[in-house]
């Protein structure tokens, strides 16, 4: 058996029931709250470094487009409902629509979107292969900061030299060993599965 297309999820297990999805959209939520947590504060800016957007590239390429925005968005809804899962934050709370309406929820509003690309191009095999999955990663980080920059640039009101000072330059290292991890361990892992499905 070969593999055509699909998302890592959808490959491993083809015949998930309405109560697995569930189940998988529970793990996926835990596991975004769980990295969110990794915090660390940068000094002068209200956005910390976080491996919240670690999850959502792993969560947006192995559980594909349509469960991978359901995840996502199902974090977001808990977090306005009161669970205190968004990342630690030193100016607001962990929890609430002022998290979401404030100046670092453009990065969430980007989140959710780039669940959305990176599931789609997922299901089209985009993670299969180092060469696709890189710059399938790298274009769901640029979403993730694009809405982050801009939504913290109007709420804020800084200068663009202050908001990418902010909102971007602490964060380019970290992003991008996230990528470098991503992008090499999903092929190696797809490598893995077409061994076990060729037997």
């Known amino acids: 058996m ?10 491993v297990f083809p015949r998930s029931s309405a109560l697995t999805q569930v189940l998988f959209v529970a793990a996926g939520v835990a596991f975004i709250a769980l990295l969110a947590q990794i915090a660390i504060p940068v000094p002068g800016s209200p956005v910390p470094v976080t491996g919240q957007t670690l999850a959502v590239l792993l969560i947006g390429t192995t559980y594909g487009a349509r469960l991978g925005v359901l995840t996502f968005a199902t974090y977001l809804l808990a977090g306005v409902a009161g669970a205190p899962i968004f990342a630690p934050s030193g100016t607001s709370a962990n929890h609430g629509i002022d998290r979401l309406i404030g100046a670092t929820g453009g990065y969430l509003v980007g989140m959710l979107v780039a669940s959305l690309v990176l ?9 299969q292969k180092f060469r696709t999955s890189f710059p399938a990663l790298l274009l769901g980080d640029a979403i993730i900061f694009t809405f982050g920059l801009l939504w913290l ?13 902010a909102g971007f330059t602490p964060f380019i290292l970290g992003e991008a060993l996230k990528i470098a991890i991503t992008a090499t361990s999903l092929p190696l892992v797809w490598r893995r599965i077409s061994r076990t499905l060729n037997k």
Do not use: C, E, N, V
């Open 2 to 11: 070969s593999i055509q297309s699909g998302s890592l999820r959808a490959t």
């Open 119 to 127: 599931g789609y191009l997922a299901d089209r095999k985009a993670d």
């Open 153 to 165: 640039q109007q709420t804020l009101d800084l200068s663009w030299s202050k908001t990418i000072a």
